[in-house]
């Protein structure tokens, strides 16, 4: 399998040689119209707990005895936001038809560390570097599946894809935490391409994608070799020298502590939450409101519920 720069639309924070996000800009795009603050708050309590208001939620915004950014703190600490987040990651870490042929696998293992990580205010960074797993019941385990690197280090998610040289594994970690995209390339069954990775980095037609020091395939995969088709680690193996990102490192925590600390992991969190609240991917035109998210979010040490506070109390999610 082979692969090409597939076209994208960028936006502040994401790596305009190849990708970005998916929204395109719009030419016709005005100032939102807002909404009353009743309505926001309905907006905002289906969206972060399936359910409406209740009539002392909205007697207490309309009285101002409670404020918009107080009733979200509020949701945010209910039950039903527990299982939005779960629901959020669930949808983002789903089974595949690889995963779902291995016996026992714990699917849900992604779902329930990230839903930690946001209701415990804990580093968002910590999706990639964290030691950590969190078991069926809830509480936070020591990981176990060989080096530790949060959701990327699990089972699941080292064996959801898989295929020659890890190198669908690779292309979607490109579109899972980066804003870049790159689209597979199947050749013809007479074609006779050497497809090595020493024969597709040097070869003219192939090297955009596979020897990029930014998002080469072939760099990229290597973080992921020890791993086998079961998403096991192999303690044996050889961790070999692979680059993301221009930075280098050997194996997956190194892989994750590079993505953590990058622009590219901020574009896509902020555009995560964005699109859970919004449910659309964010605009060229949205780009300042993109700037204030990630400054507020940064400055919070990677809140993700401080994020989410900042994008549903906003003026342009109250808005239509």
Not at 278 to 287: D, T, V
Request: hydrophobic share 40%; glycine share 6%.
């Amino acid at each position: 399998m082979n692969w090409k720069p597939k076209k994208r639309y960028p936006i502040a924070g994401a790596l305009i040689c190849v990708a970005g996000f998916t929204a395109l800009a719009n030419p016709n795009a005005t100032e939102p119209e807002p909404i009353a603050d009743v309505l926001c708050l309905r907006k905002m309590a289906l969206d972060l707990t399936y359910r409406g208001p209740t009539d002392a939620e909205v007697a207490d915004l309309e009285s101002g005895t409670l404020s918009l950014e107080q009733l979200a703190d509020s949701y945010m600490a209910t039950p039903e936001f527990e299982q939005v987040v779960f629901d959020w990651y669930r949808s983002q870490f789903p089974p595949t038809e690889l995963s779902k042929e291995i016996d026992g696998l714990d699917v849900e293992e992604p779902s329930r560390i990230a839903q930690h990580i946001v209701l415990e205010d804990m580093d968002y960074r910590l999706l990639l570097t964290a030691d950590f797993t969190i078991d069926a019941a809830g509480a936070e385990v020591p990981a176990t599946n060989g080096p530790t690197a949060g959701i990327i280090s699990t089972k699941h998610y080292m064996s959801a894809f898989s295929g020659s040289y890890r190198r669908n594994w690779a292309g979607h970690f490109l579109k899972e935490w980066t804003p870049i995209v790159l689209q597979a390339v199947t050749l013809p069954d007479d074609d006779d391409t050497d497809l090595s990775p020493d024969s597709l980095m040097t070869n003219p037609n192939c090297s955009g994608c596979h020897a990029s020091e930014i998002y080469g395939i072939d760099y990229l995969a290597p973080f992921a070799l020890c791993y086998d088709d079961d998403g096991n680690y192999q303690s044996d193996c050889a961790e070999a020298e692979a680059k993301f990102l221009t930075k280098d490192g050997a194996g997956i925590p190194a892989l994750g502590a590079i993505v953590a600390d990058s622009n590219e992991f901020m574009a896509t969190s902020v555009n995560f939450f964005f699109k859970k609240l919004f449910g659309r991917s964010m605009a060229i035109e949205e780009q300042d409101f993109y700037l204030d998210r990630v400054a507020e979010f940064r400055d919070s040490g990677y809140k993700a519920k401080t994020l989410v506070k900042s994008i549903v109390t906003s003026k342009q999610y109250c808005a239509r």
